[in-house]
């Protein structure tokens, strides 16, 4: 059935891409691609934010993680891949953000009655990333329950895990090789090049001078194989240890837990910010190599554009995520999803203590769509950015404003963004530019 909708998607999206670049070039600006900053006339039409769910708890159980360390982790409150408390409210703070900020730009009302219709909540079912986009949707529209869109708990969700929901066939040797293919052929390469960061983190693991035991993840090579089950690719050793460590290390630090109890008392800011770079390393690996991005990320990209376009148009376009007269569109996923999306378009970007094309909890790829009238003409285009509190701002749940905001970093997007400060995309380029990277064997009809 999703093979059959793919092939039926080629069609109809590029008769639609025809259909809509005649209509949109029609009412474009003449001059250099790209608006620059903000002018007269420009007005903020639709914000689409995906998002990553908020702090967490682990993933894995203490039992599993007593493997990467020597000392007992830290117990945590909830089962494995709970949304804490703590997190609970630092995606409240970001949703007040979001609502102060869209206010002041004309987008929202503030009056709940006015706003509650124009913002549409699209999550996974996870019980982190269903409490996030509810939480997100109760903040921007205050004294009103918001409705979150998502499957049933259980059913993979192809917006979200395409490779689950069984979407389009993916080759699992294609994906190791384009990984491979990206480090010489040689997964030992990565222990030479990434030693100072794996020194500090067995030291932050094991103590000082301690060594990891044996069968211990950090007492085997690095390894790359073709995946199975929910994973094109299957990592081993060190590379795979040192997500699973780090991350539960930057959970400790994020939800704001006693310094004894992060690292036991061997992590600073400084020394997690260093070891960011090991997480980085998997998820630039896992889901931004671009067979990987396509394969995972062509479904999300393939229904944002759609949404942008739908905007746009102001017309019912197949695909798109909410009616047309959505103004907010919150869709609340995974750090995957978001490192697929950077992936598959080549977005980059960096935010003050962390690593490149970081996908910190809470935070999001942010994408405007804004609307400019000169005369009789108009055009459209886009803004992204990825949005995210600092590691400060989450450990001590820092309110934040339009005063003090979170971190934000303009992004340019490959083949369609003109010259900064914000990089404006005209959405006719960044539609041509998303569709000539998206696979339709790897889309749904539906979002």
């Known amino acids: 059935m999703l093979r059959a909708k ?6 109809f999206r590029s008769v639609k891409l025809s259909k809509v670049l005649g209509i949109l070039l029609g009412v474009a600006l ?55 408390p703590h997190g609970n409210l630092l995606v409240s703070l970001m949703g007040d953000y979001y609502r102060t900020r869209f206010t002041a730009l004309g987008l929202l009302s503030g009056d709940p009655a006015q706003d509650g219709p124009a913002v549409y909540v699209r999550a996974d079912n996870d019980q982190r990333t269903f409490e996030t986009a509810r939480i997100l949707g109760k903040a921007l529209v205050p004294q009103v329950d ?4 998502a499957l049933d708990a259980g059913l993979p969700d192809p917006l979200f895990r395409p490779v689950q929901a069984h979407v389009g066939h993916p080759s699992r040797e294609l994906a190791a090789s384009a990984v491979l293919g990206r480090i010489g052929g040689d997964p030992s390469a990565l222990e030479r090049a990434y030693a100072l960061q794996l020194g500090e983190l067995k ?16 007492d085997q090579p690095i390894s790359v194989a073709p995946g199975r089950g929910a994973y094109l690719v299957d990592f081993g050793g060190p590379l795979q240890g040192s997500l699973n460590a780090t991350d539960a290390l930057l959970l400790e630090y994020a939800d ?13 800011t400084k020394t997690l910010t260093d070891l960011l770079t090991l997480h980085q390393l998997f998820f630039d690996l ?9 394969v995972s990320g062509s479904n999300l990209v393939a229904h944002v554009i759609d949404t942008l376009e739908q905007a746009a148009l102001g017309l019912p376009v197949p695909g798109a995520v909410g009616p047309p007269e959505e103004k907010v569109v919150i869709l609340a996923g995974h750090d995957s999803n978001i490192a697929n999306v950077g992936g598959l378009l080549g977005l980059n970007w960096i935010i003050p203590g962390s690593q490149a094309n970081p996908a910190l909890p809470g935070g999001a790829l942010v994408f405007e769509l804004w609307r400019r009238t000169s005369g009789e003409s108009q055009t459209y285009f886009v803004r992204a ?23 934000r970093a303009p992004i340019f997007i490959p083949g369609a963004s003109g010259q900064g400060p914000t990089f404006d995309a005209p959405l006719n380029a960044l539609l041509r530019q998303a569709r000539k990277v998206i696979d339709p064997e790897f889309t749904t009809l539906e979002p």
């Open 6 to 11: 793919a092939r039926a998607i080629v069609s």
């Open 30 to 84: 003449a001059g250099p691609c790209g608006a620059q900053a903000p002018k007269q006339g420009d007005e903020l039409r639709l914000v689409i934010v995906l998002t990553r769910h908020g702090v967490r708890t682990p993933l894995l159980t203490g039992e599993k993680l007593a493997a990467l360390s020597s000392q007992p982790w830290p117990k945590w409150e909830a089962d494995p891949g709970i949304q804490t």
């Open 146 to 149: 918001p409705e979150v869109h």
């Open 203 to 218: 030291t932050v693991l094991y103590g000082a001078g301690g060594r990891p035991p044996e069968g211990s993840p950090f």
């Open 256 to 268: 704001g837990k006693p310094d004894p109890e992060v690292g036991w008392g061997r992590l600073d």
């Open 286 to 294: 896992s889901d931004r190599t671009f067979y990987l991005a396509q």
């Open 385 to 407: 950015s990825y949005v995210c509190q600092t590691l400060e701002q989450m450990r001590q749940a820092t309110p934040l404003s339009i005063d003090r905001p979170p971190a």
